[in-house]
């Protein structure tokens, strides 16, 4: 990527820009394909002009590995920025590592589960890490955090782990005196507020929303109707946002702009008889058999996983180690065969959700269809055109990625639970990256729905929010389980 572009910010761009510029704690969340990455490699340039240090960039894999070094090789003004990825091999990570010491400038990036290699790695070198800035991409991977501040019989302050791995080793390294620390994302909450505590905490440590996230609920919500996990009270809303505004800047680029939305497309398909009763047989009696082979749901979660593996034509059997599938039926694949087919040409993006969709899928499609894997050359294919029909799993390719110019048609094959996943995927070549990236073309989404199946509790989950646990039960009552 030699051609470099000049660079004019949108007047939100500038907003996000003098936001990190002018302060050291702060959060942006900014609808996907606002350009947060070139605002925010645009600020840290202009820190690094009058602040000496390197800058951590921490994000979801494929983004540290390609998204932020391609992002700063396209524009004029970030020449003198240059990114390194601190991923792969050990060997790889520690030699990124010494480069940041070396030249204690530029920005290195990381995926959030090498984070406590980094903070093991810089105790053995005996060394301080070199990072004066801090900026956590698609911040929800903090979500999950649940670690206070305590003070120690000596006095000293220190964090109590709690919540995932990654988050807990961050924690040890935001709050170091004269750090800077930047949050990006474009869906802060998108499983209730209850996913805000923990990214926050990384702002104030809790100052604003509760020094636990106990404090936290017991402030803002209340046990659900149906007696399982928390909903928030009616003035949940408002106080929050009145609690954090003045350390989050929130834009939507439908505010500037007059995006279409998505044309959207549910193609139903019907489960042929042997299916049908295979599916059935699950649904009510959490027991059926394969090939002779035992498959058991224990509980309502496997019961529906297994019941969307049987919607989309597989399923997985036996309790060995290579977990066998065994093929049901292929009425989404002859679905998604059609849309391809009325594509003409046209690229297609196809979201699917297990392995063995994917193992299917490769078969039906032969030399046209690849996989999203590891390799940054599969996205630069993908956008050059290269690739008729792209399968990529939510959970891999959602965060960060551009790949919208590749095309405007994506197809959710399978479904499941995760709404930030779903919506992640779908700004992947979104309205607001299309418009970004001057293509003057509407948005298709199709999904292939296996009609009276959990495939329709899934869609209810993402129209109305409402909890999980909540839809199943609601639909095990209906189905009379």
Known sequence: MTDRRPFTPRPYQQLIIDAIIDNTRFAVWAGMGTGKTVSTLTAIAAIQLAEEGAALVCAPLRVAQSTWPDEALKWEHLAGITVTPIVGGQTERRNALLDAYRTRAGVYTINYENIPWLIEEAKLMGKALPFTMIVADESTKLKGFRGVEQISSTGKEFVRKGGSERASALAKLTFKSGVRFVELTGTPSPNGLQDLWGQMWFIDKGKRLGRSFKAFTHRWFRTGFSGYGVEPLSTAQNEIQAAVRDVCLTIDAKDWFDLRDPIVNSIFVDLPPAARKLYDAMEAEMFMEIAADPVEAANAADRTMKCLQLANGAVYVGEDEDRRWEPVHDVKIQALQ??????????????????????????????????????????????????????????????????????????????????????????????????????????FLHHIVARDTVDEVVMARRDSKRAVQDLLLDYMKTKGA
């Open 338 to 443: 059609e849309v391809v087919e009325e594509a003409a040409g046209m690229p297609v993006l196809v979201a699917y959700h297990f392995k063995s969709d994917l193992a299917r899928l490769l078969k039906a499609f032969g030399r046209t269809g690849r996989h999203l894997d590891q390799d940054p050359q599969t996205i630069r294919d993908w956008n050059a055109g290269k690739i008729p029909v792209l399968f990529a799993h939510p959970a891999s390719a959602g965060h960060g990625l551009s790949l919208q110019d590749g095309g405007n048609i994506l197809v959710f094959f399978g479904h499941n639970w995760n709404l930030e996943e779903f919506l992640q995927m779908i700004e992947r070549i979104g309205p607001t990256r299309q418009l970004q990236a001057g293509h003057d073309r509407p948005v």
